[in-house]
T-cell receptor, first 114, second 108 residues
């Protein structure tokens, strides 16, 4: 089954403790992206990747890192999480990342930083 | 002012009603996406369109590029249509500009 798999679904952590949210897709998609969703603000892009070893900042990249060592995986790393990073996070992928490629989303990761 | 505005923010209707959700944008675009976010949080792509109209089951999406406006219609609405509907526009550079979403509740 074609899918984007995010883990974990829920994560509670403390300020400053490094964490990684994993994202994997099995559709051989070139484009992958991370978003955060906060009430009243809609989806905001954190980072995106056009292909292996190619990443770029989105609208809200501060406090986050990503890597794209393999085509299927695009982990989101919070080196020193802070409470303002408490949010619902989504990973998404598409074939080319262009206007004609639908986005496929993971199920989301709800992160709480205390 | 947001580049992508959706209206209404919230909509409650009775089962069977015809639903319209609007999306207006202020930038030049090459495509517009409509997505559905289920109460459980999952997000599904419904439509991508750059002109005219698309239909899938009871859902219809239209776009008017000159007026920078799109609408999503649901015919014969059902409680299972209750979700947040999100509009996003592709303005180039591999990034989408997102609307804040419209929360739809359909009562039985």
């Amino acid at each position: 089954e074609a899918q984007v798999t995010q883990n974990p679904r829920y994560l509670i952590t403390v300020t400053g403790k490094k964490l990684t949210v994993t994202c994997s897709q099995n559709m051989n998609h070139e484009y992958m992206s991370w978003y955060r969703q906060d009430p009243g603000l809609g989806l905001r892009q954190i980072y995106y990747s056009m292909n292996v070893e190619v990443t770029d900042k989105g609208d809200v990249p501060e406090g986050y890192k990503v890597s794209r060592k393999e085509k299927r995986n695009f982990p989101l790393i919070l080196e020193s999480p802070s409470p303002n990073q408490t949010s619902l996070y989504f990973c998404a992928s598409s074939y080319l990342g262009t206007a004609n490629s639908p986005l496929h989303f993971g199920n989301g990761t709800r992160l709480t930083v205390t | 002012k947001n580049e992508v505005e959706q209206s209404p923010q919230n909509l409650t209707a009775q089962e069977g009603e015809f639903i319209t959700i609007n999306c207006s944008y202020s930038v030049g675009i090459s495509a517009l996406h409509w997505l559905q976010q289920h109460p459980g949080g999952g997000i599904v792509s419904l439509f991508m369109l750059s002109s005219g109209k698309k239909k899938h089951g009871r859902l219809i999406a239209t776009i008017n590029i000159q007026e920078k406006h799109s609408s999503l219609h649901i015919t014969a609405s059902h409680p299972r249509d209750s979700a947040v509907y999100i509009c996003a526009v592709y303005a180039g550079n591999y990034q989408l500009i997102w609307g804040a979403g419209t929360k739809l509740i359909i009562k039985p």
